[in-house]
């Protein structure tokens, strides 16, 4: 199947810095690349929907001016969390859509961020 | 809205056991529903994706079958070995290019 890479795997970092985490579709060019969190034990919560060249679109209770996504490229989507808080501890997951009529959805393999 | 269901929560099976796991879904009006494994603190592996017109995909041991109009599907893994514990999600798509609506996933133990 196709190939997701995220980056970095994990980070830790202090509270009030901002931190990037980038997403790439290695093998595939993805107009949509979707931007997940999830909580310990918990099932993915999709965070906003990236399309290249346009806006992110945010899901209900994602403040966009915190979580920063920039769909630059066919294969690049990045999203940074500013001024990052110890509640913005999570596994960020990101996801890119293949193109065509299958519509098949590939994840990275995550990105875990602390911040202390 | 669309919400999709996936009991039980958790499973523990012997090792060479069959296993199957349900997800239902309150919108038959789905384009497509994948199945996905996950693994402790890694992303998410694509196992099987079928589209509305199919009724079941098949890969080695993996089977799923989709009753679109029931709002069912199931994920059947023949003769369970102790490397398929991990944790298995369903997700269902509305159209081409839409976000996936994520069951809460099963968490699977297989003993050896």
């Known amino acids: 199947g196709a190939v997701v890479s995220q980056h970095p795997s994990w980070v830790i970092c202090k509270s009030g810095t901002s931190v990037k985490i980038e997403c790439r579709s290695l093998d595939f060019q993805a107009t949509t690349m979707f931007w997940y969190r999830q909580f310990p034990k918990q099932s993915l919560m999709l965070m906003a929907t990236s399309n290249e060249g346009s806006k992110a679109t945010y899901e209900q209770g994602v403040e966009k001016d915190k979580f920063l996504i920039n769909h630059a490229s066919l294969t690049l989507s990045t999203l940074t969390v500013t001024s990052a808080h110890p509640e913005d501890s999570s596994f960020y997951i990101c996801?890119?859509?293949?193109?065509?009529?299958?519509?098949?959805?590939?994840f990275g393999e995550g990105s875990r961020l602390t911040v202390l | 809205k669309q919400e999709v269901t996936q009991i039980p929560a958790a499973l523990s099976v012997p090792e060479g056991e069959n296993l199957v796991l349900n997800c239902s879904f309150t919108d038959s009006a789905i384009y497509n529903l994948q199945w996905f494994r996950q693994d402790p603190g890694k992303g998410l592996t694509s196992l099987l994706l079928i589209q509305s017109s199919q009724r079941e995909q098949t890969s080695g041991r993996l089977n799923a079958s989709l009753d679109k109009s029931s709002g069912r599907s199931t994920l059947y893994i023949a003769a369970s070995q102790p490397g398929d514990s991990a944790t298995y999600l369903c997700a269902v798509v509305k159209a081409a290019g839409n976000k996936l609506t994520f069951g809460g996933g099963t968490r699977v133990l297989v003993k050896p």
């Open positions: 996801s890119a859509l293949t193109s065509g009529s299958a519509g098949e959805l590939f």
